[in-house]
C-alpha cells in the first residue's frame, strides 16, 4: 500500500505525463466530503441573521475605475441581438445609467465581529490564519482516504469515472483503435460531456479525421459533442469538413452564413453574402440569402446618397428631419419605412422608391400599406394617408379600403397625435360597432359617437353622453336635436 | 380537492448553509494566492457573488482592484491577478491575451484562474495551446447552488438550455450530480425519486454513481427532504412560452428578476432615479402578492394602503408617552411597509401601462385560443399582424412557437409565410434562429403524414436510450413530436369551468394562467406524487416521450420520514418560470406539501427565446 502510494506521489509530481495529462489540483469528491463535514460543524452556529447579508450591494463600492453595477446591466441589455432590437424599437427604460449609490451598512466584516461575540466560534478571518481551524473552510486537499492503488493500465471504465471526478488521467496508452472507441463509448455512458469532449480531443489528435468522422457517424451524442466543440473553439474548417462528411449540406451552408455575423465591413459583408447564394442552401432559403444580399446592396447605394443629400443641406426633408441612424443592415420593413419616409414620391425607377423596394422584394399589400401608413402619419402628412387608403374602382368611384382593419390606421394615426379631423374620418369606417364606439370616445370623435348611438336609436347612451361634451358646442346641440327627434319617432308607437 | 385533514406544510429547510459554504470556499481560494492582487470577474457572475459576499469580504482577501472580464486589454498594474469565471473557451482566449501580453513586454505576474462551479477539460486544452499552460494556477469554486430565496435555489445556469437541448452537450450534467450530491448530503437523504426526461435520468443516474463511491455518512441524520422530482424543460415548453399572470412572473417579464433582484426603473419609483429590490419572502409585501393572479393585486395593495393610512392615523389622539412609543416601535415599520408598498403599486402602475401598449388582453385571448385548439386561422393571423407591425421580436417568435408546439408543427403554407415576413421585419440573419428552433423542436412545419405510432416511439425510445446513441436524424425529429393536444386531453389541461373562473380565491393549479391553463409540467408532479409512481400514466409518458423512472429507497416506509416525506425538491434541468413556482406553491399550500425549486437557472419565455439566437463570436 505505501510502496503504492509512493508510486502515485511520484506519478503526480512527474512531469513525463505532461502532454495528455489534465491538472488534478483539487478533488470535488474530498471537498463535498470535507464541507459535509463542516458544514455540520456549522450547522448549530449558522445563525439566523445570515439574510441581512442580502442587502449588502456592489453598487455602493467604489470599484477601482470602474462603476461597478452600470457594466453590470450594460452587458446584460447587450447580450443579445433580439434583446438589443426589442429595446430600439419600443425605446424602453433608458434608466440604467442613474443607478443610485447605496453605501451599505452591512458589511462581512461587521458580521463576523458580531459573531465574536459567541465565545466557542472563532470569527472566519481569525479562522484562517489557525491551523486548527481548518475545518470552516472546504479543503482541497485530497484525504488519504481516496487513494487508490495507482496502477498505469486503468481500465476504460475507470478513466472515465477517474475524469468525471476531475482527477488526472493519462489517456496515451489508448493506442488503437478498438481501445479508443470502447474509451469514447465508455465516457457517453458516463453522461458526463467534460469527458465525453476531453477524449474527444484526444481522439481528434490522434486519429487522422476521415477515421474519426466515420466512427462518429454512428455515434450520435458524440457527435453533437464534437460539433459543439469545434464551434465553440472556432475551428470552423474542419466543422464544415465534418458537416460535408456526414452529407449535412444544409447545416454546412448556415454554418459558412453564419459568419457574416462577425464582418463589421459593409463592402466586405456584401461581397461575402453574394458568395453565400451559390451555397447548399434548402430552396426556400436560397431566396431569403438572395434578398438579404440585394437588400445590403441595395441599403450601401442608399446610404451613399442620403449621406451625400444630408451633407450638401440641399434637401428640405433631411434638414428638417435628421437622420437618427444609418440604415445599413436594418430590416427590409425598417429599410421600407425609411423610403416611405424620406423617398415617398420617387419613381419606380430609383433603387431608393418604395414601390421599387415593395416590387423587389415582394412586399405583401398589408405590410406595404401598414409601413407607408405609419411614414406619412409620422410626417404628418394627412393628403397621403388619405391617398394611401383611397381606391378607385372601374367606375372611377373612390372607395376607402384598409387591408389592415381601419382600427389599426386609427391606432397608428393617433399615436402620431393625429388632429380630431382626420382621426374621426378613420373611425367613422371601423367595421365593429363596439370597437368603433370605443375608439371614438377614446378619441373624442364626438360625431361618430353621436352618430353610432343614433343609428343604434340608443337614446339613454345619447344622453349619458351629453354631459361628456362642451357646453353650448355645436356636438351638444346635436345631441338635442336627435334626442328630441328620437323623443317624436317613438311617440308614434 | 381541499382535504378536510388539511395539514400545514412543512417549513422549508435553511439553505443559508449553502451561502456560507460558497463563501468560505471562494475566501479560501484567494487565501491560496496571498498578498494583494486585482480580481477579474466574469459578467454572469457578478449578481451570483453579489448575494454571497461583497466587496469588503474581497478587500479583506487582498483583493486591490476589482474589472469585470471583457474583450479589452486589462488595464491592472498588480503583480498578481485572479480571474473569476465560467469555464468556457473564449474566457480562456482572453486570459491567454493577457498573459502572452507580459510576457512580449517582459513584464512577469502570477495569474490564477477560478473556474465556477467547475473546470472543463476544453478550457485547459485553450491554455494549453495558447502557450500559457503552467504559467496559470487553475483552482474550481464549487459554487453550485444560490440560494433565491427560501425556496427556490438556482444553479444560475442559463446556458444549460441552449447548451444541452440545442447543442446537445452534456457538459452541465456532472454540475447538476453534484449539486445533488450536496443537497442530498445536507439535507437527505432522499427516500424517493421521480423523473421524466433524457437528461433528468442521465443527471439521476451519475449522481447515484457518485454517491456510491463516496462514504455514506449521512446515515441516521434526519433528512430534511424525502423526495425529490427531475424534470427535463423539453417535457413541456408550452407552459414557458405562455404570457405569465401571476405577479412574480410578470414582474419577471416586464423587469428582468436577475438573481433574486429586480431594478426597478424611474417608471416605477417615481423619482429620476432607479433602485435595486431584492425580491423574496422577507419582502412583507412582496410575499403576500408574489403568487397572486395580477387581477387581485391591485385589491390587495389598496386594501394595505388603507391599513397603513388608518394606523399613521392613529398618532392624532395619541398622548406624548403613546407618541414616543409609537416612534420608537412602530414607525420604522410602517416606514419600511410604506416604501414597499409604494414600489410595488409603482411597478403595478408600470406592467398595466406597458400591457396595454402592447394589446396584452388580445394577445392573452390569442394564447388560450392555441391552448385549447380553436380560431387557429385568427390565431395565425394574429400572430402575422404582429411582425407585420415589427411589434417586439420575442414576442412574435414565441407566439409563433406556442402555435407551433400546440399544433404539432405549423402547416407549410405559414411556416413559409410567416418565417418571410418574420425575415422582412426583424432581420434576415434570422434565419439562423429559425434553423436552431426547428432544430430544438419549437417552431417546426408539418409534414404530411407524419404521426408517430406506439411502435415507432417505443422504438426510438430504445435506440435513443443506449448509450452509444446510434439514431439517425429522421428518427430525432419524430421524437421531437409535442403531442401536446392530446396529452393536455389525457392530463385534462383545459379546466371545464361553468361561469366565471374565481381567481381570487383559485380552485386548483390553472389559476395561473387565469383559469385557462393547467401547467403540464406541474400537473405531471402532482400526478407523480398522488400515484407514487407512473401507474396509469402509461399514456402520457408515451405521448411525452421521456424516459421515465421512479426509485425508493428501501429502509424507509410510509411515516417513518415524519415531514421530510413531505418536503419535494422539485428540479428543473432547462429553467423554470415563476408561474410553475407560483402554482406547485399552491398545490404544497393544498395538500400540505412543501416544494423546494432546484433550477439550472429561473427561466421565461424571452430568455428561452434569446438563447435561440445567434450572437456575434
Known amino acids: 500500500m505505501s510502496r503504492a502510494r509512493a508510486d502515485e506521489e511520484e506519478y503526480w509530481h512527474s512531469s513525463k505525463f505532461r502532454a495528455f495529462t489534465f491538472d488534478d489540483e483539487d478533488d470535488e469528491l474530498s471537498q463535498l466530503k470535507e464541507s459535509k463535514r463542516a458544514v455540520n460543524s456549522l450547522r448549530d452556529i449558522v445563525d439566523d441573521d445570515d439574510d441581512d447579508l442580502e442587502k449588502v450591494s456592489w453598487s455602493g463600492e467604489p470599484v477601482g475605475s470602474i462603476s461597478w453595477s452600470i457594466k453590470e446591466t450594460a452587458s446584460s441589455s447587450s447580450s443579445s441581438s433580439l434583446e438589443g432590437r426589442d429595446t430600439s424599437l419600443q425605446k424602453g427604460s433608458s434608466s440604467y445609467a442613474a443607478l443610485p449609490k447605496q453605501v451599505s451598512s452591512y458589511s462581512l466584516s461587521n458580521l463576523f465581529k458580531g459573531r465574536n461575540r459567541l465565545p466557542s466560534l472563532p470569527s472566519l478571518s481569525d479562522a484562517f490564519s489557525d491551523t486548527g481551524a481548518k475545518n470552516y473552510a472546504p479543503e482541497l486537499r485530497r484525504p488519504k482516504a481516496e487513494y487508490k492503488d495507482y496502477s498505469n493500465d486503468w481500465s476504460p471504465r475507470d478513466t472515465v469515472r477517474r475524469m468525471q471526478r476531475g482527477k488526472v488521467c493519462s489517456l496515451e496508452r489508448f493506442r488503437s483503435l478498438q481501445d479508443k472507441l470502447v474509451l469514447l463509448d465508455e465516457a457517453v455512458a458516463g453522461h458526463d460531456g467534460n469527458v465525453i469532449t476531453a477524449v474527444l480531443i484526444f481522439l481528434k489528435r490522434t486519429l487522422r479525421r476521415e477515421v474519426l468522422f466515420r466512427e462518429l457517424e454512428v455515434r450520435q451524442v458524440a457527435l453533437c459533442h464534437l460539433i459543439h466543440f469545434l464551434k465553440e473553439t472556432g475551428e470552423q474548417k474542419l466543422l464544415l469538413d465534418l458537416l460535408r462528411f456526414l452529407d449535412r449540406t444544409e447545416e454546412v451552408a448556415l454554418s459558412q452564413y453564419r459568419e457574416h455575423l462577425n464582418i463589421q465591413d459593409v463592402e466586405k459583408k456584401r461581397e461575402f453574402l453574394k458568395g453565400c447564394i451559390g451555397l447548399p442552401f434548402s430552396a426556400e432559403d436560397i431566396s431569403h440569402i438572395q434578398d438579404h444580399y440585394t437588400l445590403l446592396e441595395r441599403q450601401i447605394i442608399i446610404e451613399a446618397n442620403d449621406r451625400h443629400l444630408e451633407m450638401a443641406g440641399q434637401s428640405e426633408i433631411f434638414r428638417k428631419y435628421p437622420r437618427k441612424a444609418s440604415i445599413l443592415n436594418m430590416p427590409l420593413v425598417t429599410t421600407l419605412f425609411y423610403s416611405c419616409f424620406y423617398h415617398y414620391t420617387e419613381a419606380e425607377g430609383t433603387f431608393s422608391s418604395p414601390t421599387n423596394l415593395k416590387k423587389t422584394f415582394k412586399i405583401p399589400d398589408k405590410q406595404y400599406v401598414l409601413t407607408a401608413l405609419a411614414a406619412r402619419a409620422k410626417l404628418r402628412a394627412w393628403e397621403d394617408v388619405d391617398a394611401l387608403l383611397t381606391t378607385k374602382n372601374w367606375l372611377g368611384y373612390t372607395k376607402k379600403k384598409a387591408p389592415i382593419g381601419f382600427h389599426r390606421v386609427v391606432e397608428i394615426l393617433q399615436r402620431n397625435n393625429a388632429p380630431v379631423q382626420v382621426l374621426q374620418e378613420y373611425v367613422r369606417l371601423v367595421d365593429d360597432v363596439e370597437t368603433r364606439l370605443n375608439l371614438a370616445t377614446k378619441y373624442k370623435c364626438h360625431d361618430v359617437v353621436i352618430d353610432t348611438y343614433r343609428d343604434l336609436k340608443d337614446r339613454i347612451q345619447l344622453m349619458a353622453y351629453k354631459c361628456k361634451v362642451e357646453r353650448g358646442s355645436a356636438e351638444e346641440e346635436k345631441i338635442n336635436s336627435l334626442l328630441s327627434n328620437m323623443v317624436r319617432s317613438t311617440c308614434f308607437f | ?617
Open chain 2, 1 to 617: 380537492m381541499a382535504s378536510t385533514a388539511r395539514r400545514d406544510a412543512p417549513e422549508p429547510p435553511d439553505f443559508g448553509i449553502l451561502k456560507r459554504l460558497a463563501r468560505d470556499q471562494l475566501i479560501y481560494l484567494l487565501e491560496q494566492l496571498p498578498g494583494r492582487k486585482d480580481l477579474f470577474i466574469e459578467p454572469d457572475l457578478m449578481s451570483p457573488l453579489d448575494r454571497i459576499a461583497n466587496v469588503s469580504v474581497l478587500k479583506q482577501h487582498e483583493v486591490d482592484k476589482l474589472y469585470r472580464v471583457e474583450n479589452r486589454p486589462a488595464p491592472s498594474s498588480s503583480d498578481q491577478l485572479c480571474f473569476l469565471v465560467r469555464p468556457r473557451v473564449r474566457t480562456m482566449r482572453y486570459i491567454a491575451d493577457v498573459v502572452n501580453a507580459d510576457k512580449m513586454s517582459g513584464r512577469s505576474r502570477k495569474y490564477k484562474i477560478i473556474f465556477s462551479p467547475q473546470k472543463f477539460y476544453a478550457c485547459e486544452m485553450v491554455l494549453e495551446e495558447e502557450g500559457v499552460f503552467g504559467d496559470v494556477t487553475c483552482d474550481e469554486w464549487s459554487f453550485y447552488l444560490l440560494p433565491l430565496d427560501e425556496d427556490i435555489i438556482s444553479m444560475e445556469l442559463p446556458e444549460f438550455f441552449r447548451d444541452y437541448f440545442l447543442e446537445g452537450d452534456h457538459r452541465w450534467i456532472n454540475s447538476v450530480a453534484r449539486a445533488l450530491q450536496l443537497l442530498n448530503s445536507l439535507y437527505g437523504p432522499f427516500s424517493r425519486a421521480y423523473g421524466i426526461g433524457r437528461c433528468a435520468k442521465m443527471s439521476y443516474e451519475l449522481w447515484r454513481d457518485l454517491e456510491e463511491e463516496s462514504e455514506s455518512d449521512g446515515q441516521g441524520r434526519k433528512p430534511e427532504i424525502g423526495n425529490i422530482f427531475l424534470m427535463d424543460r423539453d417535457m413541456d415548453y408550452v407552459t414557458a412560452l405562455c404570457s405569465q399572470v401571476v405577479y412574480e412572473g410578470l414582474v419577471d417579464d416586464t423587469f428582468r428578476i436577475k438573481c433574486g433582484s429586480v431594478d426597478f426603473g424611474p417608471e416605477v419609483t417615481s423619482s429620476d432615479k432607479s433602485i435595486k429590490v431584492l425580491l423574496n419572502a422577507q419582502d412583507k409585501i412582496f410575499s403576500q402578492i408574489r403568487n397572486e393572479h395580477f387581477s387581485s393585486v391591485f385589491g390587495f395593495l389598496s386594501q394595505k394602503s388603507r391599513n397603513l393610512q388608518a394606523q399613521y392615523d392613529r398618532r392624532q389622539g395619541m398622548d406624548i408617552k403613546q407618541m414616543k412609543n409609537f416612534v420608537s416601535q412602530e414607525l420604522k415599520g410602517l416606514k419600511q411597509e410604506h416604501r414597499l408598498l409604494s414600489l410595488h403599486i409603482g411597478a403595478c402602475e408600470s406592467i398595466m401601462k406597458k400591457k396595454t401598449k402592447q394589446d396584452f388582453q388580445e394577445m392573452i385571448k390569442v394564447e388560450h385560443a392555441l391552448l385549447e385548439g380553436f380560431d387557429i386561422r385568427e390565431s395565425a393571423s394574429f400572430i402575422e399582424e404582429h411582425i407585420d407591425r415589427q411589434v417586439s421580436p420575442i414576442e412574435s417568435l414565441r407566439l409563433m412557437c406556442l402555435l407551433s408546439i400546440t399544433e404539432n408543427g405549423l402547416i407549410p403554407k405559414d411556416y413559409r409565410s410567416l418565417k418571410t415576413q418574420y425575415l422582412q421585419s426583424y432581420g434576415p440573419e434570422h434565419l439562423l434562429t429559425f434553423h436552431n428552433l426547428k432544430h430544438i423542436g419549437l417552431l417546426t412545419e408539418q409534414t404530411a403524414g407524419e404521426t408517430l405510432t406506439a411502435v415507432e416511439s417505443r422504438v426510438s425510445k430504445l435506440v435513443t436510450d443506449r448509450a452509444a446513441g446510434k439514431i439517425t436524424d429522421a428518427f430525432n425529429s419524430l421524437a421531437k413530436k409535442s403531442n401536446f393536444r392530446a396529452i393536455s386531453k389525457k392530463l385534462s389541461l383545459i379546466p371545464r369551468v361553468d361561469g366565471e373562473y374565481n381567481l381570487k380565491m383559485p380552485r386548483d393549479m390553472a389559476y395561473v394562467f387565469s383559469g385557462a391553463y393547467t401547467p403540464l409540467s406541474c400537473k405531471i408532479i402532482e400526478q407523480v406524487l398522488e400515484r407514487r409512481g407512473w401507474q396509469g400514466l402509461e399514456e402520457v409518458v408515451r405521448l411525452l416521450n421521456g424516459s421515465e423512472f421512479a426509485m425508493a429507497d428501501g429502509g424507509l416506509e410510509e411515516g417513518a420520514g415524519g415531514d421530510a416525506q413531505r418536503v419535494v425538491l422539485a428540479v428543473f434541468l432547462g429553467g423554470c418560470t415563476f408561474s410553475e413556482i407560483a402554482a406547485l406553491r399552491f398545490l404544497g399550500k393544498e395538500r400540505g406539501c412543501r416544494f423546494i425549486f432546484l433550477t439550472t437557472a429561473i427561466t421565461s419565455s424571452a430568455r428561452m427565446m434569446e438563447a435561440m439566437a445567434e450572437a456575434k463570436a
